[in-house]
């Protein structure tokens, strides 16, 4: 799976649990992804 598809489906599951959900944690999630992209891109 690749890093805009994990994006997306974390978007899709935002919007489907109502956009207020946890925009904290999805912020979290956001770091952790970007941090494991770079990490597997370098």
Same mark, same amino acid.
């Given at each position: ?9 974390? &978007? ?5 649990? @109502?956009? !207020? ?8 999630? &956001? ?5 494991? @992209?770079? !990490?597997?891109?370098t």
């Amino acid at each position: 799976m690749t890093i805009p598809q994990l994006l997306t489906e974390l &978007l899709t599951e935002m919007v489907g649990k @109502g956009f !207020s959900a946890d925009l904290y944690t999805s912020n979290l999630f &956001l770091d952790h992804i970007l941090q494991s @992209g770079e !990490s597997i891109l370098t």
